[in-house]
């Protein structure tokens, strides 16, 4: 069973598009992330969300935007593609904020 | 903000050599992780360490959290083909007043048969 699955695992679309990567975990964690992999591999946090409490990382633009409908769930739609969002895209889930967290296998986002 | 900064950033060696990668912060850490990350995949924890001068093993892995809490090593023994990958180490932060998960910048390891 897959601990932490995210779809589409590729998604190419074209800027000015909107688009949502889903995100589901069986774990029984009670916080989720949304995390940026870049060209040089580079894992930056986007979102954090814990029992309905979500931090933002003040760099992520307005255009990306979490939603969670349940604890096992954490959604990241995005507005308005641009090129730059053009990356590697990891959901991850773990007890709490300070404990190992547990990753998806990433969403290749190609923006044309 | 905490960063941690991994070295080296790549390593290119012979199977069965034995591989050796450290990372560092200017600022305490609590917890060290260290995570292997294969082509196509999201990264996977290999070991967790909670404890100053603490030394865990998994298998041919042997990672150790340093004593200034500044710094962790990570070991791979008798290297084969499947560790190639990106190793990152991660460590909590925090980050608008909540302690968050951030990463090293990885070192990538190649190896040749």
């Known amino acids: 069973d897959t601990a932490v699955s995210q779809t589409p695992k590729y998604l190419v679309t074209q800027m000015g598009n909107d688009k949502s990567i889903k995100c589901e975990q069986n774990l029984g964690h009670d916080t989720m992330y949304w995390y940026k992999q870049d060209s040089k591999k580079f894992l930056k946090i986007m979102f954090s969300y814990n029992n309905k409490e979500l931090i933002i990382n003040e760099t992520v633009p307005n255009r990306f935007s979490p939603k969670s409908p349940d604890k096992a769930h954490l959604n990241l739609h995005i507005n308005s593609l641009e090129l730059g969002d053009s990356a590697v895209y990891f959901c991850a889930s773990s007890f709490g904020e300070n404990t190992e967290a547990f990753f998806g296998q990433g969403t290749r986002l190609t923006v044309v | 903000g905490q960063q941690l900064n991994q070295s080296p950033q790549s390593m290119f060696i012979q199977e069965g050599e034995d591989v050796s990668m450290n990372c560092t912060s200017s600022s305490i850490f609590n917890t060290w992780l260290w995570y292997k990350q294969d082509p196509g995949e999201g990264p996977v924890l290999l070991i967790a360490l909670y404890k100053a001068g603490e030394l865990t093993s998994n298998g041919r892995l042997t990672a150790q959290f340093g004593i200034t809490r500044k710094d962790s090593f990570l070991n791979i023994s008798a290297s084969i083909p499947s560790d190639v990958g990106i190793y990152f180490c991660?460590?909590?932060?925090?980050?608008?007043?909540?302690?968050?998960?951030?990463f090293g910048q990885g070192t990538r390891l190649t190896i040749n048969p």
């Open positions: 991660a460590g909590p932060a925090f980050i608008q007043g909540a302690q968050k998960l951030v």
